[in-house]
């Protein structure tokens, strides 16, 4: 409601009219990307046997994030998408599936009590989810001109630089929590 | 004749080592420089290959992964409360990102964060409030799935 008479009060005003699509589209997609993205991490931890789901999703999610960071700073070579981060490399995401496969396959078989074969569909969409989250938000800081989103974590980019790969791949955690769990 | 300083008689007492125990020393002390110095260089290469430093970003990874475990299994209302708090802090950052001045429609999208936030504790408070008073009722036995509010 507080969002509808803002954006009503803003249309009435000249000044700030011409902006106003620019701005409901901001508006859209950052209540969009985190703030409901990130629900879907509490839908899964409130349902029976969801705090697991949530540990095992995350480790995966994180273990794409150490795998990518570590096999593209050793070998990185070759460039993934160079027009979004150059610095992302096809080795590095070599090492992130890797990484996802062994930590998705481990986690949904001894802690998830998954078939083998699940697993490897978690790890799989979980190390899509991440990497295509990555370079969203890689392409965002391009669009804004800036390096890190902001300085308030020491070491990181931001949290959203921390939640990036986290947050798309809750949603799809929600999905196969719904298939497999 | 003025008497010695103490500082003056201390350095008269300091018998020089003799070259058996100096020498070895001396390349103790030289090979643990370059040792530092090697670690030095190797530290900078990487934190500038990383873009920042490393040290820093893998304490805080640490750090905050270790307050995801603790809120996920020891403490677990505080779940709620810790996952609102980086979605707040993550809004706030996006909609403020790029330095400009921020618009009515991302002041908006940084209330609505905070009062979905609020709204979102309040929800899981009252849940809990709500079970704890089904087990009251219930002589104390837990109904099913009140362990997961």
């Known amino acids: 409601m507080a969002v509808v008479i803002r954006l009503a009060r803003a249309g009435f005003d000249a000044s700030s009219r011409a902006s106003l699509l620019a701005d409901i589209g901001v508006a859209i997609v950052v209540l969009a990307y985190i703030p409901f993205l990130g629900s879907f991490a509490l839908a899964v931890h409130t349902a029976p046997g969801g705090v697991w789901w949530v540990f095992t999703g995350v480790v995966v999610v994180v273990s794409v994030d150490v795998g990518a960071y570590v096999t593209g700073l050793s070998f990185g070579k070759t460039p993934l998408a160079p027009r979004i981060s150059p610095k992302k490399t096809w080795e590095g995401f070599a090492g992130s599936a890797l990484a996802a496969q062994i930590a998705a396959v481990l986690l949904g078989t001894l802690v998830l009590d998954l078939p083998w074969w699940a697993a490897t569909v978690m790890g799989v969409a979980l190390l899509g989810s991440a990497t295509l989250g990555d370079l969203l938000e890689s392409l965002i800081k391009r669009d804004l001109g800036i390096k890190d989103i902001s300085s308030w974590l020491p070491g990181h980019g931001g949290f959203l630089d921390r939640m990036d790969s986290i947050l798309p791949s809750m949603a799809v955690l929600f999905v196969l929590f719904q298939i497999f769990g | ?149």
């Open chain 2, 1 to 149: 004749m003025t008497p010695p300083t103490p500082d003056e008689s201390a350095k008269s007492s300091k018998k020089p080592l003799a070259p058996s125990v100096s020498q070895p020393l001396a390349q103790f002390e030289a090979a643990v420089h370059d040792m530092e110095e090697q670690v030095r260089e190797v530290n900078a290469r990487i934190d500038k290959k990383a873009g920042r430093p490393l040290w820093l970003a893998i304490v805080f990874g640490l750090l905050l992964g270790g307050v995801f475990v603790a809120s996920l299994f020891f403490v677990e209302a505080l779940f709620m409360v810790f996952v609102t708090g980086l979605v707040l802090f993550a809004t706030l950052e996006l909609s403020g990102a790029g330095g400009e001045r921020p618009t009515q429609s991302t002041l908006a999208a940084r209330g609505h964060g905070l009062s979905d936030a609020a709204v979102g504790v309040l929800f899981r408070a009252h849940r809990a409030s709500v079970v704890s008073a089904r087990c009251d009722r219930g002589g104390g036995r837990h109904p099913a799935g009140a362990r997961r509010l």
